[in-house]
């Protein structure tokens, strides 16, 4: 069971916009945690996509996003395409003194 | 170009020890907050460790007091020692370092991952 709580599938046609969701708790989002979020494609290591909850690192395109408030984050993709079909994971801090992950999203692309 | 590789993952019997290691090239470790995280086959990523720029360390409850995480300066290399294993402890092990000096940083550069197969 993760700390983070994300729906196990999502899909979407080509072109599409799809959101994705990250729900936490008051000790690890709602406490303010920032929210990163990673694409894995099968048998690769996860390839960081979002950072500090709306920020995207350099050769990551600008169909993706990011969000925060309370304590829920998402990830939008806007203009699916087939590429981006992979598993999506987040990822925050606790006040337990610990990172914690969702359990991840597999993103189909229809 | 900035890379980790890890190794010595392999089978190991329940109870038994193992070493891993992670190579850095094109960053110094010793300067950056280094991570070993971990995920099962089918699951989400677990975090396990963190060595931090200072040196201090910190660990997931599931491990605290079987794994150790430690670094050799010379060699730029981050190590996690793991005794006592467990069949939950079979998973792919990558080590990981943080973006910048912050506890709840993202993690920029992954390794490759060692898989790391505990048999009963």
Redesign the interface.
Known sequence: Q?VLTQPPSVSGAPGQRVTISCTGSSSNIGAG??V?W?QQLPG?????FI??NNNR?SGVPDRFSGSKSGTSASLAITGLQAEDEADY?C???DSS????????TKLTVL | EVQLVESGGGLIQWGGSLRLSCAASGFTVSSNYM?W?RQAPG?????VS?IYSGGST?Y??SVRGRFTISRDNSENTLYLQMGRLRAEDTAVY?CARS?GPL??????I????TMVTVSS
């Open positions: 993760s945690y920032d990163h990673y690769t290591a996860p390839k960081l950072y500090g690192p994971y990822q925050s801090y003194l610990s990172v914690v992950f969702g359990g991840g | 991570s995280v699951k989400g990523p677990e975090w963190v910190n997931a409850d990558y973006r506890y709840n940083d993202a993690f920029d992954w390794g490759q991952g």
